[in-house]
C-alpha cells in the first residue's frame, strides 16, 4: 500500500464522519473522539490546512534535505555551519557588554526541594538557585 507524506495510507483511506464542520477541502483521518471538536474548530482547522497549503514544498524540501544530510553522515561526512554565513562568522563585530544586572551568573542546581536542600541552596552563595521539582513532591 502506498503511503503519503506522514505514513498515512494514500488509497483506500477510511474516512472518519466527524460530528462537526469541515472547511473544503480537509479530511480527518484517524481517530475521533468528542474532545476533538474543542479543539479541531472550522477555524482551526482552516487555519493549519492554510497553513499546510503555502508550506507544503518548503516542508517537502526540508525534509528531502534532511534525508541527504543523513545519508552524507551516516558515509562519514561531518555537519559544518552554512556557507552563507561565513561573513557573519568572518566578519568584524562584537558583542555589547554584559549588563550588571546578569554579569553574576552563579546558580545553584539543587535537587528534590527538600528543607535540607532549599536552606544549602539559600546559603551557597549564588544569586539564583534551581530546584529539581519531583513529581512525587508536586501538589495533587
Known amino acids: 500500500m502506498d503511503t503519503g507524506t506522514y505514513g498515512y495510507p494514500k488509497q483506500g483511506v477510511k474516512k472518519i464522519d466527524p460530528s ?11 481517530r475521533y473522539d468528542e474532545e476533538f471538536a474543542k479543539i479541531l474548530t472550522k477555524d482551526a ?6 497553513l ?13 534535505c534532511r534525508k541527504e544530510a543523513k545519508r552524507r553522515y551516516n558515509e562519514g561526512a561531518l555537519p559544518g555551519f552554512d556557507p552563507a554565513t561565513r561573513y557573519i562568522r568572518e566578519g568584524e563585530w562584537v558583542c555589547a557588554p554584559v549588563p550588571p544586572a546578569v554579569a553574576d551568573r552563579k ?14 541552596a539559600l546559603n551557597s552563595g549564588a544569586k539564583v538557585f534551581m530546584a529539581d521539582f519531583e513529581d512525587a513532591l508536586s501538589p495533587s
Open 107 to 120: 546558580v545553584e542546581i539543587t535537587g528534590p526541594v527538600e528543607r535540607k536542600m532549599v536552606i544549602n
Open 52 to 64: 499546510q497549503r503555502e508550506f507544503r514544498s518548503h516542508i517537502r524540501y526540508a525534509l528531502e
Open 45 to 50: 482547522l482552516k487555519f493549519v490546512a492554510e
Open 20 to 30: 462537526y464542520d469541515v472547511p473544503e477541502g480537509v479530511d480527518i483521518r484517524g
